[in-house]
């Protein structure tokens, strides 16, 4: 009799499978329109049904709140079925895990399939265009020669790596910032346009057109080289803040338990998207890099789960706590 129940199950799973996708997808982002997860997620998305075929469709939907932990929750709780599936980023599947007092009722690593990986993204120092300093050595010896708390910085949430990113800053430069949050890299960005904060770490995919625009200055970048997009700006750590290296990075995780022929399905979607020399640009443009190594369930699965650990000392180092 269990033979036959699992013979019965398995049946039902590979129809699903073979039907799959059979309605519009759902690729859920926890930010609202215009921050960096947003504006990933709009560039993959048509691709990605392109690449699944059956005429699928692939539509962005904004689950906003809690630096991305609402829409994880939720997330966890979706039918396995590859019709709901969620672009994540190192905010809601590492340092919430580690900051929220008390935990996040999901497991970032254990509660998910996991699809693939888009690609890393720095963060990027900018500040309001009335700063008195230009270059990155003059703005960083601005924020460490002022006494504590003169400078404020915006962010999209508190959190969120953009939260982190400026409390790594403070502790490099022995000082404190004043933390001023806002609900998405949007309006943070506007933010500091506007001058109610003096500057910020942005996800340079939320920031990248802003600077070109010149609706704020950017003045270095977060990673261990310069970005090929921005050339010019140097990493901070070039600028006078050895070893500091932090980036973002973007992940298509769906509900656990999902079939495997469907995680192969999106996974292959996704990589025949990232393969393609014109969508790639535009991530670039937009100041993500994609992917470029080996990227099957498995190893989106283990990088995830070595960006957690790293990121929970991180956010030791910094104390940084979020309350429920």
Do not use: C
Not at 84 to 109: C, D, F, K, Q
């Amino acid at each position: 009799m269990r033979r036959l129940l699992l013979a019965a199950l398995l049946s039902v799973a590979a129809s699903a499978a073979e039907a799959f996708p059979d309605r519009p997808i759902s690729l859920v982002t926890g930010y609202a329109p215009g921050g960096s997860t947003d504006i990933a997620a709009r560039i993959l998305a048509d691709r990605l049904g392109v690449h699944l075929g059956r005429d699928a469709r692939v539509v962005v939907e904004n689950r906003p709140g809690a630096a991305g932990i609402i829409a994880s929750e939720w997330l966890k709780r979706q039918a396995p079925d590859g019709h709901t599936i969620m672009l994540v980023e190192s905010s809601s599947h590492a340092i919430a895990p580690a900051a929220l007092v008390g935990g996040t009722r999901y497991n970032p690593v254990e509660d998910f399939s996991h699809l693939g990986i888009i690609g890393t993204a720095p963060l990027i120092l900018v500040v309001n265009k009335d700063f008195p300093a230009t270059t990155a050595p003059e703005v960083l010896d601005r924020l460490r020669s002022a006494p504590p708390e003169t400078y404020t910085y915006a962010t999209s949430g508190v959190g969120a790596v953009v939260h982190l990113a400026p409390e790594m800053l403070a502790l490099d430069l022995k000082t404190r910032f004043v933390h001023v949050p806002y609900r998405s890299g949007g309006q943070m960005l506007t933010a500091i346009f506007q001058g109610e904060g003096q500057f910020g770490i942005a996800v340079l995919a939320s920031a990248a057109q802003q600077v070109r625009d010149g609706m704020v200055r950017g003045i270095a970048v977060s990673g261990n080289r310069r970005f090929p997009s921005f050339p010019e700006l140097p990493t901070l750590a070039e600028a006078g803040v050895p070893g500091y290296d932090l980036v973002t990075w973007n992940l298509i995780l769906g509900p656990p338990n999902m079939p495997a022929a469907v995680q192969e399905a999106l996974n292959k979607a996704l990589v025949a998207a990232l393969a393609e020399p014109a969508l790639r640009q535009r991530l670039l443009t937009a100041g993500v890099e994609a992917w470029a190594e080996p990227n099957g369930p498995a190893e989106a699965r283990a990088f995830l789960t070595r960006e957690v650990a790293k990121f929970r000392t991180v956010v030791e180092r910094t104390g940084v706590k979020l309350e429920p």
